[in-house]
């Protein structure tokens, strides 16, 4: 009797169908490479999308400055625009404390700006070569806080152009030019509301009730209401 010859030896060993047979591999590794080949095309075209769509912020020139506000930023974060009479020009990179003169604290905000979005609004008088905010800081550019949204709080720079507030330019090497600041007007009446003496107000007011109430008490008060009603009866 001849015996049975046994399956032959596979070519990758340890890789067998339920009755021995050898299975071949090949198509599944080949599955494979495709697949990760296709999620690396993904990725790079993606990659690409996000260059082309935030390209334009990481290649074209950028001015920086800083803008020292008094009084409470809060709703102003990292990347709120920064915008000219309704035009954005740049946006918010930074926002931070630091003292100030008599022992108060002043909110330094850092930003960016459009170098070449500046220059244009310059036109002829644009700097042959450099940033134009110093140009249009000697020209009165100031920046105040503005509300976005009142349903969210957030804020954002609102700059313009006034020329009372021209003033020169002197920035140390190193140092960021600084725009100055005012504050709104509505600011400004808050600031005024805060400063009144509410409590004397409130005496005053008394005193003055007081007063009126003894004058219109006395007999004098009394004889002229008469004389007044005597007259109008005639």
Known sequence: PHERAGPLPSAHPGVQGAEGRP??????????????????????????LAIAAVGGQWFTPRDRAVMRFERSVYGLNVGAPVVLRGVRVGQVTAVALAPAAGGGLAMPVTATFDRAMLRDLLGADAPADGPALPVLVQRGLVARLSTQSLLTGLLYVDLDLVPGRAVAVAT?????????????RLQTLQAQLEGLDLAQIGR????????????????????????SADAAAQ
């Open 23 to 48: 299975v071949s591999v090949g198509n599944g590794m080949q599955g494979a490479a495709w697949r990760v080949g296709a999620l690396a095309l993904g990725g790079i075209v993606l990659l690409g």
């Open 204 to 227: 005053d007011l008394a005193a003055v009730a007081g007063s009126a109430r003894q004058l219109l008490g006395g007999p004098e008060a009394r004889q002229l209401l008469q004389r």
């Open 172 to 184: 140390p090497a190193g140092t960021p030019l600084a725009i100055p600041t005012e504050a709104t």
